[in-house]
């Protein structure tokens, strides 16, 4: 996808799903590490843009292992976090990271792989890409902000209940 943020729409409606054991945080971060292979590539003029990153036996990895590391790193940096508001419990943990990371890793590979050539979302277990063209470009982008929007809206609601049952 050209454009990372897109990702996140997905990340919230799952961080909305599972709002204390799953970092949005590290969601994102993962989906940012996995675009930094593409941003070399681009810089560079290089073809493919899209590589071994790009692959779900990779991404996801990749993804746990950053996101863990930013869970690990907020908790030290803001340890009070927790205390304050259980929604944001598993912003800063190793263990929310790890998870939150591990879905935007996973989850990366897929979403691209609809729409570019070059993203092989199930190597080494299939060569080709099948998920290209199930779906188009727009529904695409108007899935992913309706995901976000659904998302937000259900931690808004989650976090005003969280108020009401603490006050």
Do not use: Q
Not at 59 to 77: D, K
């Amino acid at each position: 996808m050209p454009v990372t943020p897109f990702h996140f729409g997905p990340g919230l409606l799952l961080k909305a799903a599972s709002p204390r054991r799953l970092s949005f945080t590290a969601f994102a971060f993962a989906n940012c590490v996995i675009d930094c292979e593409t941003a070399w590539h681009a810089l560079r003029h290089e073809l493919p843009y899209h590589g071994p990153l790009h692959t779900m036996v990779v991404a996801t990895p990749v993804g746990l292992v950053a996101g863990a590391l930013l869970g690990a790193a907020l908790g030290r940096l803001f340890p009070r976090t927790a205390e304050t508001h259980p929604l944001l419990r598993a912003e800063a943990t190793a263990l929310g990271g790890a998870i939150g990371g591990a879905l935007g890793g996973a989850t990366h590979p897929l979403i691209d792989g609809l729409m570019h050539r070059d993203v092989f979302p199930f190597w080494p277990f299939v060569a080709g890409n099948p998920l290209l063209g199930l779906v188009s470009r727009p529904s695409i982008y108007v899935g992913c902000v309706l995901c976000g929007l659904v998302g937000a809206l259900l931690l808004w609601r989650a976090g005003r209940r969280e108020k009401v049952v603490s006050a």
